[in-house]
């Protein structure tokens, strides 16, 4: 492995160049890039030899903005990092928040936070299967995916009144309690979802170009996939059976059953699998949960000032994209000290490099579209 | 998760004095953390006993719930036979294990955790600055591991002058963070390949994660040149 860890000298500057050799830029303005990432390719005609990822255009430094409010002042900040799954990002920031006080929510607050965040990983993965689908060519997944993806953002917007940034739970528990019909239009959507899964795949997993720019390409195996802290269904679609839910089991996932799907190849084709799996399995989490809603308070005893006793917390969660982490310092006033996020995107495209070697210019598209990153999150 | 019965801690100092909504203008550097002291380096690492009282005292016996505690227990008895006193200190804090160890040492150990105490995964490695301190820094590695479903953190303290040891070596993950890090903070690993900033533009100048940093503080110089924006703002 000495050899991977040899910097990447991609520069033109840094490099001398063979005959044969161009150096590509793609992005930061490129419709494939999901944002502005801007990649930098080396070519020996067709085939990527080298790469390098420059990020940063969309830094906002979240982080030192935490320094500077309270703590329930930053929890709407941490929406706006994957702003396709904000509803995981407030589970986990307050969550750790919740641990830094020594607090915990209700049940009935968890169980209302589980099916959210649930629902926010179907559509999570239902927007990165139809832009994915997009980027490789077949049109027609995106406005299926769409079109179940708005269902879950109405119940969303029912909900908390945002489909988007949605600010949905609060430190200690939730602010609103859940609406009227939330059961009700949670199964009517879950119900016949299954079904919708079956289409996508109806139109993807058998078809012979998607298997032919996805089978193969992009391979992360187990050993290098732990190497490059991969999470989520990266590290899952390279064979280890890992999820945060079930490991340290947070919210209310411990009283669900449900399967980590995992993958062999650790290829595009397999995380595309975990995903279209993990999409199932969220579905029948919620079907659960909807099941059995218990009564009682939504807000936990936490206070409307806090100031968590000094000392630190790590907290991380399984977010749409993988480890989700929160490590917050605080020193007893109502700011945190210092609050670092471990964005699952941010990491995850580290590996980049390592699956493009040796694949073509047009696999690009593909592998940043199987690593599921948002640059909201990859940026800060 | 914690669910203990001893938690209103937070809500019963709330009423008490509502008028501290109000957050200090300092940013909450007031108050250093009190159980972070600049522990001596040559602290030897028999007196297990002494410890605990030595870690614990400049904290007000007030919150005893939550907040750090000295930690000994199997795993910190491996460390400390192995690496006698460069482990210099280990707590816990909110359940979570905490070694202090010696920033010369911090690549040693980390690629003893991966390869012998098996924390072969790095979820994450980051800093925080202490201006008051003598040595600012922590350099902070969360690690876990697959087989023991555990966390451990590593801290190494390091002086703003101070070279840190690269684990990138250990864990190629670590490339991006310590460069994150440096990015950040300004702080120098040794023996990384690639150490430039990240997320910020190449000819930035300031550190701005750093606490001395204000949030107002822009390189503003660089913002009028490249994004001809004249107030630099």
């Known amino acids: 492995m000495a050899d991977q860890r040899t910097p990447v000298a991609t520069h033109a500057d840094q490099t001398v160049l063979g005959a044969d050799e161009i150096i590509l830029n793609m992005g930061p303005q490129h419709p494939s890039t999901h944002g502005v990432l801007r990649v ?66 209700p049940p009935r607050a968890r169980v209302i936070r589980t099916i959210l965040t649930e629902l926010q990983r179907i559509a999570s993965h239902l927007f990165w299967l139809g832009t994915h689908a997009l980027d490789i060519g077949a049109l027609t997944p995106l406005f299926y995916c769409l079109r179940e993806r708005e269902e879950i953002l109405k119940i969303f917007e029912k909900y908390c009144g945002a489909r988007l940034t949605t600010h949905a739970f609060r430190i200690g528990g939730l602010q609103y309690e859940a609406y009227d019909t939330l059961e009700k239009d949670v199964e009517r959507f879950c ?38 802290g991969a999470s989520g269904p990266v590290l899952r679609g390279s064979g280890v059976k890992w999820d945060i839910r079930k490991a340290m089991p947070y919210a209310a996932y411990d009283q669900y059953k449900f399967e980590i799907p995992t993958g062999k190849n650790g290829d595009t084709f397999d995380r595309y699998i975990v995903r279209l799996e993990e999409m199932r ?72 490099d390592k699956m493009i070697r040796g694949h073509l210019v047009a696999d690009v598209v593909a592998i940043i579209g199987t690593l599921d990153i948002v640059l909201g999150e990859v940026d800060r | 998760m914690a669910n203990d019965p001893e938690e209103k801690q937070p809500s019963a100092s709330s009423p008490k004095e509502p008028s501290a909504a109000t957050p200090p203008a300092a940013g909450g550097e007031g108050a250093p953390k009190p159980p972070a002291p600049a522990a001596p380096a040559a602290k030897p690492p028999a007196p297990v006993a ?109 002086g703003a002058d101070e070279r840190v040891p690269s684990v990138q070596g250990v864990w190629s993950t670590a490339n991006w963070m310590e460069r994150e890090a440096y990015d950040m903070f300004g702080i120098v690993f040794e023996g990384h390949p690639d150490l430039k900033r990240i997320l910020l533009p190449e000819e930035w100048q300031g550190y701005p994660l750093r606490k001395d940093y204000d949030i107002l503080t822009q390189d503003t110089a660089w913002v009028r040149e490249n994004l001809g924006i004249e107030s630099g703002q």
């Open chain 1, 40 to 105: 930098k390719l080396r070519l020996d005609g067709e085939k990527v030899i080298g790469s390098e990822c420059i990020i940063g255009y969309l830094h906002r430094g979240v982080e030192k903005i935490a320094e500077h409010r309270t703590y329930q002042q930053f929890a709407p900040y941490v929406d706006r990092m994957d702003y396709v799954a904000a509803v995981s990002n407030g589970l986990g920031y307050c969550e750790a928040v919740e641990k830094l006080l020594g607090a915990e929510a």
């Open chain 1, 191 to 228: 119900k016949p979802f299954d079904k919708r899964v079956d289409e996508y795949e109806a139109l993807l997993t058998g078809n012979r170009i998607w298997v032919g720019r996805t089978k193969g390409i992009g391979i992360l195996t187990a050993k290098e996939a732990i190497d490059y």
């Open chain 1, 281 to 352: 399995q969220s579905r029948l989490i919620c079907l659960q949960a909807i099941e059995n809603i218990p009564a009682g308070p939504i807000m936990g005893k936490v206070g409307k000032v806090l100031k968590p006793p000094p000392g630190e917390v790590y907290h991380s969660i399984e977010a749409p994209k993988g480890e989700l982490g929160y490590y917050i310092v605080s020193d007893a006033t109502t700011q945190p000290y210092r609050v670092r996020i471990r964005p699952p995107s941010f990491i995850n495209l580290e590996a980049f």
């Open chain 2, 50 to 158: 002494a410890k605990p009282p030595a870690a614990a005292p400049p904290r007000p016996p007030a919150p005893p719930k939550e907040g750090p505690v000295a930690l000994d227990n199997e795993l910190v008895k491996r460390y400390k036979e192995k690496f006698g006193p460069a482990i210099l200190e280990a707590w816990s804090d909110r359940k979570q294990a905490i070694l202090v160890v010696a920033r010369e040492l911090l690549a040693e150990i980390a690629l003893h955790s991966r390869d012998e105490e098996k924390f072969d995964w790095l979820s994450d490695l980051t800093a925080v600055d202490w201006p008051k301190r003598e040595k600012r820094f922590d350099i902070v590695l969360n690690m876990y591991s697959f087989e023991k479903n555990e966390r451990l953190r590593l801290k190494a303290h390091a």
